[in-house]
C-alpha cells in the first residue's frame, strides 16, 4: 500500500462515506468527542458513559466492521483506511468485552477527567457562548448518574481499578468541586471577549445563571466522589498492576501494533544507560567533571536559563513556538498557512501534565500547546523545556495533527479528525525531538541535555510500565523481587529529573493507564526502524523532506498500518 500524496482532490469512495458515517455516528453519541475535536452541533451536551451507551457504541463499531467486508477499496487511500478503520474498531471492541468501557477510572484519561476538561475547549467570548457553557454545566448530574451506573456494573463483576487510582479520583472529584475549585473559578473568572479580568463582565442574569449552574456540576462532583469513597474504594485491589493478559491488550490499542513485550521490558533498560552515557558526558562539558545530578544544579542556578511564574513560561514557549515555525517553515517542512497558528496555553488546573489539543477542522480554534503546572511549581528551566515546545509544537504534534486535518482532498474525516493512535503520535513527537537535535536546533550542550533528560525519562518508563504491570523481576538496583509501586517510584526518582509535584502524578498517571507511557519510546522505535529500512532501501535516492511529508500525509495510524503502508 503506499497513497499518493499528489495535490489533486481525490474523489470520494464508497469506503469514505463509511468511515465519514461510522464518526458521525461516534460524535452523536460522544459530545465531549466532538468538542475535543471542534466538530459542532453538540456544545451543550455531554456524553453518556451509562452501560447501554457503551453497548451502542460497540453495535456501532460492530455495523461498521460488517459494512468494509461488504466494500472494496478502489485505490490504496482506501486500502489504508480500511486496514486502519479495522484495526481501531476491533482493538476497541476487544477492549469493550474485556470490560475495560465500564470500570474506566484512572487520574488522566477517564470520564472524571473527561467530564471536567471539555470546558477547556469550549467557546467562552460572548454572552451566548457562556449561556452554552451553563447548559452543559447542567447536564453534568445526568452524566455522573451514567457514569457511575457503569463503574457499579463493573463492581458487581469484582472489576474496580486499583486503590491508588480511586483516592487520586476522589481527590480530583473533591478538588474541581471546591469553594477555589475548577467549577467555582470557571464561573468567577467569566468574562466577554478577551478583556483583562474586571472588565466585560458578564450580564448580572447570565452571571447568576452561571454561578448555580457550575455549582450544580460541582454538587455532581462530590456526589462521584462519595461514591467511589463508599462502594469502589472498600472493593479496589492494592496492586497496581494489571496482568500480562489485559496490559498486552492495551498495548495493541495504544501502538496498533503488536511487540514482545519481555523484549521491550529489556529493550527499555538498556535504552536507558544508552541515553544517561551521552548524558554524562554532555555533564562534563557543562561542567568539568560534573555528575548528572551536578550539571543539572548548575544549569538550574543559571538566571539565563531560569524562568519566574507561568506568565514568562507561557510567554517564552509562545516565542520559542513562533520562531520554530518560521524556521522549519523555510526549508524542511512544507507548513500550510493556517498551521502555523499555535496558541501556548497555562491549564486551568494543576496535575502536572504537558498536552496538546488540535485545531477545529475549519482552524477557527487553533491547536493549542497545554500546560497544568503544580501550584507548588513557580519556576521553569529552559534548558529542560526546549525539547517540550518541539515534542507538543512544531515538528511535533502540532505540524503532524495540523497537517492531517489540512488534508482534506486527500483523506476522508475520519482520518482526519477521528483516529488517534498513540504509539503514532507520541512516537512521531519523540522523533520530532531528536530531529531538532540532528538540524541543529539543540546543539547548545544545555538544551541537548534537557532533550536526553526527557528522553531519560520515555526510556525510564518503559521498563517500569511494563514491569509494574506485567509483575516482572525488578533490577538488582532495586533489590530485586517483583516490581511494584515503592521500586517504581525509586526507579523513577534515581533516573528522572523533575519537581516532585510533576513526578506523582507522572507516576500515577503510569500506574493507572497501562500502556499508554511506554508508547512514547516504543512508537519513536518503531517510527526510527520503519525510516531506517526505506533509507537502506532506496540508498542515496531517500529524501528525509519526501519521507516526512509522505509519512505525514498518512494521517494518524496504528503502526502496524503505517509500516505496511510505507514499505510496500
Known sequence: MTETTSDATRSRTAIDTIADAHLDAELALDPIAATSIGAPGFETELT??????????????????????DAEPVDDVDRVTTAALRERLSVEEELYAA??????????????????????LMAKKTADDWATVATRLRKTPAAMDAYVESLRTALQRGDVSARRQVERCVDQARGFAAADGFFAELASGARLGDAPEGADELPGALQRDLNEAAGVAASAFRRLADVLTDELLPAAPVPDGVGRDRYALWSRYFLGARID????????????????????????????????????????ADPERRLEGTDALRAWMQQKSDAAVEALSQSHFDIPQPIRRLECCIAPTHEGGIYYTGPSEDFSRPGRMWWSVPKDVTWFGTWRETTTVYHEGVPGHHLQVGQTVYRSELLNRWRRMGCWVSGHGEGWALYAERLMADLGFL???????????????????????IGVHLGLEAPAQLGGGTWDADKAWTFLTSHVNMA????????????????????????????????????QRQGDAFDLTAFHRRALDIGSVGLDVLRDTLLR
Request: aromatic share 8%; charged share 30%.
Open 48 to 69: 453518556d458513559y451509562s452501560p447501554s451507551a457503551n453497548a451502542e457504541r460497540s453495535a456501532l463499531r460492530r455495523k461498521t466492521l460488517a459494512a468494509l467486508d
Open 99 to 120: 470490560g475495560t468501557d465500564e470500570s474506566s477510572l484512572n487520574v488522566i484519561a477517564s470520564p472524571v477527567q473527561s467530564l471536567r476538561s471539555v470546558y477547556d
Open 261 to 300: 513485550l519481555d523484549e521491550t521490558y529489556a529493550w527499555g533498560l538498556d535504552e536507558l544507560e544508552r541515553i544517561e552515557t551521552e548524558m554524562r558526558q554532555i555533564a562534563d562539558r557543562i561542567k568539568p567533571g560534573a555528575s548528572i545530578a551536578e550539571a543539572i544544579d548548575v544549569l538550574d
Open 443 to 465: 546543539d547548545d550542550p544545555a538544551d541537548r541535555f534537557g532533550m536526553l533528560d526527557a528522553q531519560a525519562m520515555r526510556a525510564a518508563r518503559v521498563a517500569l510500565d
Open 500 to 535: 516532585e509535584g510533576f513526578l506523582r502524578f507522572e507516576l500515577d498517571r503510569y500506574l493507572g493507564w497501562p500502556g499508554q507511557a511506554p508508547a512514547y519510546k516504543v512508537g519513536e522505535r518503531l517510527w526510527l526502524s520503519i525510516r531506517d529500512e526505506l533509507r
